[in-house]
């Protein structure tokens, strides 16, 4: 899978991801990963389920995978959040 | 698994839920399963990183399911919300 596969959740408007998500699945992938840290989790969980629920009854959920990872904030210390990565084949 | 084994992730702050999942499986409990409804579930995923990577190293993420409930606004409308349910044990 290349990085082409993945969609990057972050603080757009929900249905501006699931047009992605939905564009990649029309332009032939039979793969697409969803990924979000910290509070667009809850944003990527929304995408996948519009996705599946709504416009592509096919699709399904392939793996859910969470993890951490090392950020560094505005005030430049290093801090955790968490991440996830929703993998949808159909 | 009995509902026992739950715990509901809400709006208080992370460790309050960080705590009574360490308490499920240091009272004997060998699998705890976290469930969460849309914007806590960013706050889920906080929490099963936190048990696992600072306070029970041998727990593991078992399982993680998304969906999607129907909720009544507060106005009476039904409405959809995402859900996350990680299944964790050691």
């Given at each position: 899978m290349t990085e082409e596969n993945t969609v990057f959740i972050g603080n757009k408007?929900?249905?501006n991801y699931v047009l992605?998500?939905?564009t990649q699945f029309n332009s032939g992938d039979n793969k697409v990963v969803l990924k979000a840290r910290g509070r667009a989790?809850?944003?990527a969980v929304d995408?996948?389920?519009i996705v599946r629920n709504r416009f592509i009854?096919?699709?399904k959920i392939k793996d859910i995978k969470i993890g951490t990872e090392p950020m560094t904030t505005e005030e430049g210390r290093t801090?955790?959040?968490s991440s996830i990565e929703i993998s949808m084949g159909k």
């Open positions: 408007p929900t249905m992605a998500v939905i989790i809850s944003r995408v996948a389920e009854s096919d699709a801090t955790n959040i």
